[in-house]
């Protein structure tokens, strides 16, 4: 087999990224370590799609352009524990190409050893019998003097350490499954090589159990997850600053980008802890053990038979989807500048074991998708119903309506008149100068918006949020504010004050890209 240009090596990524999906439910099915979050086929899965996008808009006639894009792009996308150790491998896997001008074989098993040992540095407390152990055998059997040669020893290597997985974690023997973030790597080796030799797409294999039923229900914390920018202290500061605070710790970085994972049972506690050294582009909250109630409930082991009809609610902000889960809604993370994809909208509607569904799009922008995944599980035999809300604070007003033991013909209508009801009151700043329905906007200055519509800019966002209330609370009675990652309490607390004809709750965790998120009702 020949080398491969920059450009063929960027096919064959995009190529392994298509494999990999036929097997997400396979490796979700697997999951059970560190503690049972369930989703390490989606995540790692969203990881490589991320680097595809990034290689989308890459030079790829250029090996260091392929390179960036694979090892920046899997950075930005990392979701999760697998999927953030996932990115570090790619991340060593790229420096070895950087300066190259064609993937030989030398450069390959250079490769492929350097991912691995990327991938175990990242990890503050590495654990054998996991991806790490898959990856490191893969480099450390890699050899041939093709491309094909080295691929299928490295394969053989990873598939051979992927069994033996279950004798050096006993978790997984527990269970009876081999390490699920081991088999996407396996997997992901696969779609390397299936490109190599023109193999065409597998069928999905059929998912007929789930290596989390072996599991009681239990307290697992949340998985949290941040991205910031504009970080200039080192790594090690913020690994120091969050290690306290749980466990499957992962805080990794590059081009003043730094991604963090852990499993802490105090998600509030911990961004606060770290926003302090860049600005928070993203972040994501999971509560482990509604998805562990969720993959039971689709592998038919809950004890508790499912009420008739179920929530799906689209959300930003962790705070906000603690509020919606709460509420009884299965959560879809997206909303303003992240829309979910139609099959992430369909797999949570999957996820949820009532035969009629009630989707909240909460974003005009997400409507199309919602309808298609709407179909799409009509088609499965699904009830579902969309209720297009189109703002969040339209969907929280709606949820609280919810009443899982109801059905949806007498939910619909008040849901939707409580939605009506609610104004969502938005505080950010400005992307960019422009001027809009006669107000002259300047870039980074704060601006506030009234069910997505701009109205206000001021100088703080304490003055614009201030101006948004004072606009819409007539007749309205209790305001609920979530903070923006950088907003202090202190300031929230003062401008509530202001409002004492008001019932304020504020709450952490609004979506990342605002100081202030509203809803009056």
């Known amino acids: 087999m020949r ?83 996932l990115s570090q491998i790619l991340k060593g896997f790229a420096e070895a190409l950087r300066k190259k001008e064609a993937l030989d074989p030398p450069t390959l098993v250079e490769a492929l050893r350097l991912g691995a040992e990327t991938g175990y540095k990242a990890v503050m407390k590495p654990v054998e019998g996991t991806i790490l152990t898959v990856a490191r055998a893969a480099g450390e059997g890699a050899k041939g003097d093709t491309l094909e040669a080295v691929l299928t020893s490295a394969l053989e290597a990873a598939r051979e350490a992927l069994a033996r997985t279950p004798e050096l974690l006993p978790v997984l023997k527990q269970a009876g499954v081999v390490d699920a973030g ?22 999905p294999p059929k998912v007929e159990r789930y290596a989390q039923t072996a599991f009681a229900t239990e307290e697992f914390g949340y998985c949290t997850e941040f991205l910031m920018e504009g970080v200039e202290v080192p790594i090690e500061r913020i690994r120091e600053a969050v290690a306290p605070f749980g466990d499957s710790l992962l805080v990794v970085g590059a081009e003043g980008y730094v991604k963090g994972h852990i499993h802490t049972d105090d998600p509030d ?25 969720e993959i039971l409930a689709m592998a038919g082991a809950s004890e508790v038979p499912p009420p008739p009809t179920g929530l799906v609610a689209v959300a930003l902000g962790h705070g906000v989807a603690r509020v919606f889960r709460s509420l009884g809604a299965r959560v879809v993370a997206g909303g303003q500048t992240q829309n979910p994809s139609v099959e992430d909208l369909l797999s949570a509607i999957r996820s949820v074991p009532s035969p009629k569904v009630i989707l909240l799009p909460n974003n005009p922008n997400v409507f199309l998708a919602a309808e298609e995944a709407a179909r799409l599980a009509r088609e499965a035999g699904k009830e579902v119903y969309v209720l297009k809300t189109r703002t969040l604070g339209q969907g929280l007003a709606a949820a609280v309506r919810y009443l899982p033991e109801a059905e949806p013909e007498e939910l619909l209508p008040e849901m939707e008149e409580a939605a009506k009801g609610a104004v969502t009151l938005d505080v950010t700043w400005a992307s960019r100068d422009a001027e809009v329905d006669g107000l002259k906007v300047l870039k980074d200055k704060p601006i506030g918006l009234l069910d997505g519509k701009l109205v206000l800019v001021g100088e703080t966002p304490e003055e614009v949020l201030e101006g948004l209330v004072r606009l819409a609370k007539e007749g309205k009675e209790v305001l609920t504010l979530f903070l923006g990652p ?36």
């Open 3 to 85: 080398n491969w240009a920059p450009g063929e090596l960027a096919e064959a990524f995009r190529y392994a990224t298509d494999w990999f999906r036929v097997y997400v439910e396979e490796l979700n099915a697997l999951n059970v370590y560190p503690v049972p979050d369930g989703d390490t086929g989606t995540n790692m899965h969203l990881t490589l799609q991320s680097a595809r996008r990034e290689l989308d808009l890459a030079d790829t006639s250029k090996m260091a352009e392929v390179a960036r894009a694979i090892a920046y792009g899997s950075l930005l996308g990392a979701r999760g524990n697998s999927g953030v150790i």
């Open 182 to 203: 081991g088999a996407g790597y396996v997997r992901f080796l696969e779609g390397i090589q299936g490109y190599a030799l023109k193999l065409p797409l597998p069928e």
């Open 486 to 521: 950088n907003t202090p309490m202190e300031k929230a607390e003062e401008v509530a004050g202001r409002f004492p004809e008001l019932a304020v709750e504020i709450l952490p965790g609004g979506p990342d890209l605002y100081a202030y998120l509203g809803v009056l009702e």
């Open 269 to 293: 506690g911990l961004l606060a802890a770290v926003a302090r050294f860049g600005r928070m582009v993203r972040t994501k909250v999971e509560d482990m053990r509604e998805q562990h109630t």
